[in-house]
RNA sequence: GGGGUCGUAGCUCAGCCUGGUUAGAGCGCCAGUCUGUCACACUGGAGGUCGCGAGUUCAAGUCCCGUCGGCCCCGCCA
């Protein structure tokens, strides 16, 4: 089918232009007939541009209109006029194109919905039309600013002297952390590649291997349920420097940081970020990605409840635990049934239960006051800074829990009490640094890695690898931004012995060890320097400067959350044949 | 692995709790009218596997069970 190109694009065209002759391409965004003229909006990425038709003009262009419809693509040549009737919401709005001449490219069917920024349409509709949905420019939006963060990446890491080097996606299998994607192979029976859940061992190799800075734009693949912030695929600006210690990688971020937010914000942020150990996040906002845009932190009060009679509170102090509170100003007027709500929200993150304290005109009214001495409660009220109309929720259980649970609660009243609406608009940005470097899992009954194993313990507590490894401090940090972590990374384990007994903590044995990661233990011997990095997670970093919740609407072709391709049907079931000369048998046979 | 919630016209939803006439609304769509619209307006019309399956019942969109799918959360995500 044969068109006339365009000479301009459907978002440029401004009052200087009229009198000119152009042609446009693109989509019918809409049409208007009046009868006696007809109009169409013809859309493409870059904007809107009306196009008109004069019956009494041009009744064979009248005719040939009456059978465009919604998002057919046409081709029209005319001439620029100015609007006797100007739309001052739209950029093209003081113009309108006189149509001399135009063409159908390509009929459309009716699409299942309409190109329109503030459709609420199903999910699972516009995931199986995706097609469709990326025509709207609110989603198109967020390309853009996707697209301008790539070029900001190559940009900056290219002036610091960064290299930008591509790793293998078919790799080997690593036991430790999530679970792989594992790719089968004809030439090689019974063995499998695995997609990288990151590139970090081939990126400490590469340190080895002298490239000193290395950064990569690079997919990652973790076989693990998805989440509204997280997707089986998704993507890292991943580096590495070598000679480095934690502050050169952190500052070196600060400007990175900067420079996004100037670039597509057109924002100045300060920098050096607030900084925070893990410690300090856990005890004052319950998270090691605190949201640091509002206040309401923890207090604990374990020390003066000790001896108390409310043996919930007793008890969890005697066992190690702890008791602490929040205070949800003003909350004070909620009913029995919001409390329990809040019981019910806490008990998903463990809680067995929820204490509270409302202080309402002057009165303290609570559940477990009885059980407290005036001192005690005294000392509840005044670490809480609580004043009539507040609400205190006091939770009492293990360390972890204690702080995760009131971490979660001190979010979901932000929620409820609008904070979170007045907030949104704001941005915060820190460093959680000193993660331990181990943590027990229950389940396996032995230490895993908090953050890798590659990760290098703080020089201070390396002695305590021996005897009491679950104190040592990894030499780790997260870079948070409004309560999401954006970036994680560390200082990387150079040395051969180190990385050894890193691998025995973590239950490996030498054989095992070696089996595994053998190709690293040997490369640490032939002269590996210092070196240490970080990965940003590039969708959220997108999702934080778009203002979106939802990661799907940052990735053009996403996956649900059963991690199902709606559009193409993938993960799709495969010919008998094709798994033959794989030498693969399916345990259980699917039906059809 | 677990919990919550949703699935009815092309789209968004009401109806379901408390089973009973021909399953409704708005938007969109189709036809007609209309010379300044831009959410065009007005008049008329078409449009349904109530996700799927099985059950209870004289009777199921509605109740029970199963199943598929969307979304959110816990676990999981080094």
Redesign the pocket.
């Known amino acids: 089918m044969s068109f006339e190109k365009r000479n301009i694009t459907c978002g440029e065209l401004r009052i200087e232009d009229e009198g000119k002759e152009v042609i446009l391409n693109g989509w019918i965004d809409?049409?208007?007939?009046?009868?006696?003229?007809i109009?169409f909006?013809l859309r493409d990425r870059y904007g809107l541009t009306?196009l008109?038709i004069?019956?009494?003009?041009r009744a064979d262009l009248a005719d040939k209109a009456?059978?465009i419809?919604?998002e057919f693509v046409i081709w029209a040549k005319g001439i620029v006029?100015k609007?006797?009737?100007?739309?001052p919401?739209?950029p093209t709005?003081l113009i309108?194109v006189?149509i001399s001449d135009f063409g159908v490219i390509n009929k459309a069917k009716?699409?299942?919905?309409?190109v329109e920024d503030d459709?609420?349409?199903?999910?699972?509709?516009?995931?199986k039309y995706r097609f469709i949905d990326l025509r709207r420019p609110v989603i198109q939006k967020n390309f853009i600013i996707r697209n301008k963060m790539y070029q900001v990446v190559h940009r900056y890491f290219a002036e610091n002297n960064f290299i930008e080097i591509e790793t293998p996606v078919l790799m080997k299998s690593?036991p430790?952390?999530?679970?792989d994607f594992l790719v089968p192979s004809r030439i090689n029976k019974n063995r499998f590649y695995a997609l990288p859940?990151?590139p970090?061992?081939y990126k400490q190799l590469l340190m080895v291997s002298g490239f000193d800075r290395y950064m990569q734009i690079v997919k990652?693949f973790?076989d693990?349920?998805?989440?509204?912030?997280?997707q089986p695929e998704f993507t890292q600006v991943d580096l590495e420097m070598s000679f480095a210690d934690r502050e050169d990688i952190i500052s070196l971020l600060e400007g990175f940081i900067k420079e996004l937010w100037k670039e597509i914000l057109d924002i100045d942020i300060d920098a050096p970020f607030k900084r925070m150990t893990y410690n300090e996040a856990m005890t004052r906002f319950g998270s090691d990605k605190p949201d640091l845009r509002f206040g309401m932190e923890i207090k604990t009060v374990s020390e003066n409840l000790k001896s108390c009679g409310f043996k919930v509170f007793s008890g969890a102090i005697e066992s190690n635990g702890e008791v602490a509170l929040i205070n949800a100003k003003g909350c004070a007027g909620y009913s029995r049934k919001q409390i329990d709500g809040l019981t019910e929200f806490a008990k998903?993150?463990?809680a067995k239960g929820l204490a509270w304290i409302k202080l309402v005109d002057g009165k303290v009214n609570s559940p477990i006051a009885k059980f407290l001495s005036d001192d005690e409660l005294n000392s509840i009220i005044t670490a809480a800074e609580a004043v009539d109309g507040d609400l205190i929720l006091i939770s009492s259980d293990s360390w972890t829990r204690t702080y995760?649970i009131l971490g979660?609660l001190r979010l979901e009243i932000a929620r409820q009490t609008g904070i979170m609406d007045k907030i949104k608009s704001d941005f915060s940005f820190s460093w959680v640094v000193d993660f331990p470097l181990l943590?027990y899992?229950?389940?396996s009954e032995r230490y895993?890695?908090?953050?890798?194993?590659?990760?290098m313990p703080k020089t201070d507590d390396i002695e305590l690898m021996e005897n009491e490894p679950e104190k040592v401090r990894a030499n780790a940090y997260d870079l948070v931004i409004n309560g999401a972590e954006v970036g994680?990374g560390s200082i990387r384990i150079h040395d051969n012995e180190i990385q050894e007994k890193m691998f025995s903590l973590l239950g490996m044995s030498k054989e095992e060890a070696e089996d595994k990661f053998g190709f690293l233990l040997n490369a640490l011997q032939y002269g590996a320097p210092p070196h240490g990095g970080l990965?940003l997670g590039l969708d959220r970093l997108v999702m934080i400067l778009s203002g979106i919740?939802?990661?799907?609407d940052v990735i053009a072709f996403?996956?649900?959350?059963?991690?199902?391709s709606?559009m193409d049907g993938c993960p799709s079931y495969v010919d008998t044949k094709q798994l033959e000369e794989l030498s693969i048998a399916l345990i259980k046979k699917e039906e059809e």
């Open positions: 809409s049409r208007r007939d009046l009868g006696g003229l109009f909006d009306q008109v004069h019956p009494e003009k009456k059978d419809r919604q006029m609007r006797e009737s100007p739309n919401n739209m709005g309108e006189e009716l699409p299942p919905f309409e459709i609420e349409t199903n999910e699972e509709t516009r995931l690593t430790e952390g999530a679970r859940q990151s970090q061992v990652c973790r693990e349920d998805l989440r509204s912030d997280r998903k993150y463990g995760t979660a943590e899992d229950e389940e895993i890695a908090m953050h890798h194993p590659f990760t994680g990965a919740d939802n990661i799907r996403p996956k649900t959350t059963s991690g199902l709606l």
